[in-house]
């Protein structure tokens, strides 16, 4: 009877020590599991009428003309800065060559007068006349060494293609005075050849390490060592050298006139051209 009762007593609800079925905690978050949704209504009346349409698609037009504007707007004002750089460098560099050429010029003066005197000295010989007398065998105006002009800015816009922003008279006149400055470059590279065969003659009688044209002296030779021969092709070699600083010369002045042109206000290529009829005429 003591058995029977336990069993009653456990099997009462109260005291049941496992039923099968969902846990207390189960029961307790499945209204937190699946909150009510909340019920959408489409509403009674149309939201986009033709009217509603037209005005969103005029303010994204308007949006876009905006963005478009200001964009533009923005690249100009960088273009219009890189522009003005560009001339302020290339302002600078005109004044920079104008100094350069001015020296280059009257070395180029002073060489052709020491180079006038050889050749002179050399036909006397020729001519079997003692007068007058030749250079020092290691006159100071033969080293001589003349500084190439510069565009460095105008080759650095080409490269990247900045150059392409500048208003078409000053891509022109750019472009002429590179150019000239291109001609002068051919005429000293010539020079410079010249130069190198009348050292090497020089070699012959005289062993000097100096190199001409690039500021060293190759000692000269005394003319009593020469054959008639000898003396026939320095003079030519000394008359080639002539001519060729000449156009050097030349050349360089047609580009210092340029330079002087556009740092005196020039704006286009004409006006360069009027600056070197007219110094060609003085």
């Known amino acids: 009877m003591a058995d029977r009762a336990e069993r009653d007593v456990s099997l009462a609800p109260d005291n049941q020590p496992a039923v099968a079925g969902p846990p207390a905690t189960e029961e307790l978050s499945t209204p937190e599991v699946s909150a009510p949704m909340l019920d959408v209504h489409a509403p009674h009346q149309l939201v986009h009428t033709w009217k509603d349409f037209f005005i969103h698609i005029a303010t994204i037009v308007i949006g876009l003309l905006i963005a478009v504007v200001l964009e533009q707007s923005i690249e100009a004002l960088h273009h219009?800065?890189?522009?003005?750089?560009?001339?302020?460098?290339?302002?600078?560099?005109?004044?920079s060559d104008a100094k350069v050429d001015d020296e280059d010029l009257k070395k180029l003066a002073r060489f052709r007068t020491y180079l006038?005197?050889?050749?002179?000295?050399?036909?006397?010989?020729?001519?079997?006349?003692?007068?007058?007398?030749?250079?020092?065998?290691?006159?100071?105006?033969m080293a001589i060494l003349i500084i190439y002009p510069s565009l460095?800015?105008?080759?650095?816009?080409?490269?990247?293609?900045?150059?392409?922003?500048?208003?078409?008279?000053?891509?022109?006149?750019?472009s002429r005075i590179s150019y000239a400055r291109d001609l002068t470059a051919a005429s000293r590279d010539r020079w410079y050849v010249g130069l190198t065969a009348l050292a090497a003659f020089r070699e012959r009688y005289v062993d000097s390490a100096g190199s001409l044209g690039i500021g060293e002296v190759a000692n000269d030779p005394e003319f009593v060592k020469l054959s008639a021969t000898d003396l026939g092709e320095y003079l030519r070699l000394v008359s080639e050298s002539i001519k060729e600083t000449d156009l050097v010369g030349a050349r360089l002045k047609i580009f210092d006139i340029e330079c002087q042109a556009i740092l005196g206000g020039a704006r286009n290529e004409f006006d360069l051209i009027d600056k070197i009829s007219r110094a060609s005429s003085e």
């Open 80 to 95: 219009r800065t890189q522009r003005s750089e560009l001339e302020k460098e290339m302002h600078a560099v005109f004044e």
């Open 116 to 141: 006038a005197e050889l050749r002179a000295a050399i036909q006397a010989r020729l001519d079997g006349r003692s007068t007058p007398a030749s250079p020092a065998a290691d006159d100071a105006r």
């Open 152 to 174: 460095a800015p105008y080759e650095a816009a080409k490269e990247n293609g900045t150059v392409a922003l500048l208003p078409t008279d000053r891509l022109r006149l750019y």
